[in-house]
């Protein structure tokens, strides 16, 4: 039976696609939630630890190349070796790390070679998801209705009648939001910033504004993608906008990504976009994981353990 969660009916209006693959553990599996246009995507959603908390906010985590649900992992000649960071059990670690929160994992609409993430439906990606980035790709209306129809899904999940909600639960509709790249996933990240610069500087629009202002945090964590550029933001208009908004940046890397001599531009590229931030009015904090230990996929993917502990 589907846990049901009368206490999120405020937080967005409600969805038509009632679409739902399984609940396990404290997270369900939402698939092709509504977005901009046509586009779609399938998300993991958790619940808070404590579903009567009134100061939560939205987590999204954007994830790497690789994870993917558990099946799919366990199928793979080499991804089954990774499988304890599949989608699910990322939201699970998410929901220890942010408690009283609301998390959404949220799956790239392809992988290629049921290995390499692509975010498509946030930034326009070649075959392997390199990005492309452009100063309008509709992203963060993507993201806007993604938000807008998860809680449509969330009212219909349960078997029972829908109970009313608790008298004593405020309001969610304002909830402010914590956005989270991992790897691939920090194309996502990067996309936002670009169209951040368009909308504040060239096309003012009231729904992409009141999005971006519930954007309290954004995480970069340990970004990276098969391209030979633009893995960071460098452009210092964009970057300068960015400064501007008052989002407090999280940086986390490892020698995995910054320190590989076949891709010197990342730690080019890395220590460009933080000097930037910090230079500049920008608010961020920089952390470098494992230094002292050997480079590799494993400890690439620690960092999600590693950061907010």
């Known amino acids: 039976m589907f846990r049901e969660i009368p206490f999120l009916n405020d937080l967005f209006p409600m969805a038509t696609d009632q679409t739902i693959?399984?609940?396990?553990?404290?997270?369900?599996?939402?698939?092709?939630?509504?977005?901009?246009?046509?586009?779609?995507?399938?998300?993991?959603y958790g619940y808070p630890f404590n579903e009567g908390s009134n100061n939560g906010d939205v987590i999204v985590f954007f994830p790497g190349d690789v994870q993917d649900y558990i099946e799919n992992m366990e199928a793979h000649r080499d991804n089954k070796y990774h499988k304890e960071w599949n989608l699910v059990d990322t939201a699970e670690k998410l929901r220890q790390k942010f408690p009283e929160n609301h998390i959404l994992v949220v799956k790239p609409s392809r992988m290629d070679y049921k290995t390499f993430s692509c975010f498509q439906n946030f930034v326009k990606s070649s075959e392997l998801g390199v990005p492309n980035h452009t100063s309008n790709y509709n992203s963060l209306r993507h993201l806007d209705n993604l938000l807008r129809h998860t809680i449509g899904r969330l009212q219909v999940i349960s078997e029972d009648k829908v109970q009313e909600a608790s008298k004593t639960v405020p309001s969610l509709n304002n909830l402010n939001l914590i956005i989270i790249g991992f790897s691939k996933g920090c194309v996502v990240l990067n996309q936002f910033l670009h169209e951040f610069h368009h909308f504040l500087t060239t096309e003012p629009?009231?729904?992409?504004?009141?999005?971006?202002?519930r954007i309290k945090e954004m995480y970069w964590l340990d970004g990276g993608h098969s391209g030979g550029k633009n893995t960071w933001v460098n452009d210092r208009n964009t970057l300068k906008t960015f400064c501007s908004l008052g989002i407090q940046v999280h940086v986390h890397v490892t020698p995995y990504q910054i320190h590989d001599d076949r891709r010197p531009w990342i730690k080019k590229e890395e220590?460009?976009?933080?000097?930037y931030i910090s230079k500049n009015g920008g608010h961020i904090t920089r952390t470098v994981h494992f230094e002292t230990v050997s480079p590799s996929i494993l400890t690439h993917f620690e960092v999600i353990n590693a950061f907010k502990n």
Not at 205 to 213: A, F, M, R, T
Not at 271 to 275: E, G, R, V, Y
């Open 21 to 44: 693959a399984s609940a396990t553990k404290g997270s369900l599996r939402l698939l092709e939630v509504q977005g901009f246009e046509d586009r779609k995507n399938d998300i993991i």
């Open 205 to 213: 629009d009231e729904i992409v504004s009141n999005l971006i202002q």
């Open 271 to 275: 220590k460009i976009f933080s000097d």
